[in-house]
T-cell receptor, first 115, second 112 residues
């Protein structure tokens, strides 16, 4: 089955620094990838849609200058959390649609802790 | 390798009948399981969850069954309604509130 990987799986950083998270589709091409943030009580918020060859589409309330998204190729999207603050600490999960009846393949997630 | 799998990409059910969505997992450390419903261009919406200490959890029309020995869970929707048509994802975690591992989803179509 299709696999999506994320790197790193966890990261700890100091407040004010930037952190880059990679999302890769390993055995299929993804012109679109989604970035989610997992909140307590398992709610999952769609942050943005990453589009290969064009700008990302951000959901309302998500700061595009803080959460930089670059869809560098058909298999790679990156999310950079700039000037991270402790309140940015969370799980960040990416996914890529498989093109098959609305299915998506989710990455394993990245745990970000900002000190 | 995928630790959570939904082997049926799609399911079509008549309105009023039961919808059964299946999910298998391989990681025996998973002890918390969830189902999400997703519409296009939106994030998944949490539906129902179950802890591994239970084998059944019910919430209105939705019931989740967990078979730990088979590493299998299922979501039953009774009666199915056209508004239930969406993609359903199962997810699992080691401990409630920890990182989720998702299945690939099953598209449910409920026909009037």
């Amino acid at each position: 089955g299709a696999v999506v990987s994320q790197h790193p799986s966890w990261v700890i950083c100091k407040s004010g620094t930037s952190v880059k998270i990679e999302c890769r589709s390993l055995d299929f091409q993804a012109t679109t990838m989604f970035w989610y943030r997992q909140f307590p009580k398992q709610s999952l918020m769609l942050m943005a849609t990453s589009n290969e060859g064009s700008k990302a589409t951000y959901e309302q309330g998500v700061e595009k200058d803080k959460f930089l998204i670059n869809h560098a190729s058909l298999t790679l999207s990156t999310l950079t959390v700039t000037s991270a603050h402790p309140e940015d600490s969370s799980f960040y999960i990416c996914s890529a649609p498989s093109g098959d009846r609305g299915r998506e393949f989710f990455g394993p997630g990245t745990r970000l802790t900002v000190l | 390798d995928q630790q959570v799998k939904q082997n049926s990409p799609s399911l079509s059910v008549q309105e009023g009948r039961i919808s059964i969505l299946n999910c298998d997992y391989t990681n025996s450390m998973f002890d918390y399981f969830l189902w999400y419903k997703k519409y296009p261009a939106e994030g998944p919406t949490f539906l129902i969850s179950i802890s591994s200490i239970k084998d059944k959890n019910e919430d209105g029309r939705f019931t989740v069954f967990l078979n730990k020995s088979a590493k299998h869970l299922s979501l039953h929707i009774v009666p199915s309604q056209p508004g239930d048509s969406a993609v359903y994802f199962c997810a699992a975690s080691v401990g409630a509130g920890n990182m989720l591992t998702f299945g690939g989803g099953t598209r449910l179509m409920v026909k009037p």
